[in-house]
């Protein structure tokens, strides 16, 4: 009996399984679809930003360092030994036109100027001697011809000076020129004793001390300018071709950490270099010493160039503009390509002077497929 109520149990459990199953297949089965929804494709999103027309001076930028526009060494132009320095004379000292640097003893110069000053009196009182007595010569000649009328007058000629003493007068004019020429020089060498600075300036280095014998030649110091700065900036091509009149000396504003100082454009140096396809430019600034921030030499320095006044632009980010001076632009939702024309670029930005308007939208992100004319929504970017 045991075994028939167990068989009877498994019996009715595998029934209650096998109507379960079929129940819920049944109810899949007659279970209504769900109504079916049409599938929206969404626009790309874009980030945009609105342009505004402007007008005003257009600028193009550089960088390089602070040089003085004069720099010479300056050397002993005759032998001695320095007896005096000026107190400015050690590095860094400032100077000021014609002022004396340096002294050498002067001794044996001034003995030579006393003894050129000498022989210098006595050719002079040689010429007075030779005119003289070419005087007499004539008046002697003019009274022989006066007593005897018939005689002849010497035939110009050696004979005829010789008789008028003419050619001691030009030997004596000669020894007393070249001995003033010997005077001459001979002060030139005692002025050399005392080196005096040909510019107002600052002493870079100094190579020479009280008690040293110099030699003609020998460098004792390295000068250079402070009344005017200069600064080399390398310009592209195409930023030098924007800048209006150099003739004009354009504006220059120089800044070094936190100052500004105002220059200007002197010239441009040389030919365009082909290795990196620039110009040289060199801006000026006079008295870079002068005010509360000194432009001191070797300081590196931004400078911003007045390139040319332009009446009408368009400011926009460098990364708007598109591979072949293209931007793209949305109107009425959807994407359109556009070509624009670049004035210049500087910095991050882009100087648009033709092929946008005052409020068109400018795409300034990358979506990943981009098409003339495609539908997209837009954000405005931050």
Do not use: C
């Not at 030994?81 to 000292?93: A, E, L, N, Q």
């Not at 030009?170 to 005077?183: F, M």
């Not at 930023?239 to 220059?252: F, M, T, Y």
């Not at 270099?273 to 921030?293: E, H, K, W």
């Amino acid at each position: 009996m045991s075994f028939v109520k167990r068989f009877k149990s498994i019996l009715i459990g595998v029934g209650i399984i096998a109507v379960g199953i079929i129940g819920l297949t049944l109810m899949i089965a007659l279970r209504p679809e769900p109504p079916k929804e049409d599938r929206v494709e969404l626009a790309p999103i874009v980030q945009t930003i609105s342009v505004d027309e402007q007008s005003g001076m257009i600028h193009v930028t550089g960088s390089g360092s602070v040089g003085p526009q004069r720099e010479a060494p300056i050397s002993a132009q005759v032998q001695g030994k320095v007896i005096r320095t000026s107190d400015h004379f050690v590095p860094g000292g400032s100077f000021r036109k014609g002022e004396v640097l340096l002294e050498l003893d002067p001794s044996d110069y001034e003995n030579a100027v006393a003894m050129a000053e000498a022989e210098v009196t006595q050719r002079r009182f040689e010429v007075i001697m030779a005119r003289e007595e070419s005087q007499i010569a004539r008046d002697e000649w003019g009274r022989l011809k006066s007593r005897n009328p018939e005689i002849e007058a010497p035939k110009a000629g050696d004979l005829g000076s010789l008789v008028f003493r003419e050619p001691q007068l030009k030997l004596a004019e000669s020894a007393l020129a070249a001995a003033e020429a010997r005077l001459r020089d001979a002060r030139t060498r005692l002025d050399r004793t005392r080196l005096t600075a040909p510019f107002s300036g600052q002493i870079r280095t100094k190579a020479a001390e009280i008690g040293q014998v110099l030699a003609p030649g020998q460098v004792i110091a390295s000068l250079y300018s402070t009344d005017m700065a200069e600064i080399m900036v390398p310009l592209r091509a195409e930023e030098a071709a924007l800048i209006d009149n150099l003739q004009s000396r354009p504006k220059a504003r120089v800044k070094v950490g936190g100052a500004t100082r105002e220059g200007f454009l002197a010239r441009i140096e040389g030919a365009l270099d082909p290795a990196t396809r620039s110009y040289r430019v060199v801006i000026q600034v006079p008295n870079p010493y002068l005010g509360d921030s000194p432009l001191l030499m070797g300081s590196y320095a931004d400078v911003m160039i007045d390139a040319q006044q332009v009446d009408t632009f368009i400011e926009i980010p460098r990364l708007a503009v598109r591979e072949g001076s293209m931007v793209w632009v949305v109107r009425d939702d959807r994407l359109h390509f556009r070509p624009i024309q670049i004035l210049t670029q500087r910095g991050e930005s882009a100087i648009v002077t033709a092929g946008l308007s005052s409020g068109d939208q400018l795409v300034v992100s990358t979506p990943a497929v981009v098409t003339d004319g495609m539908s997209v929504r837009t954000v405005a970017a931050r």
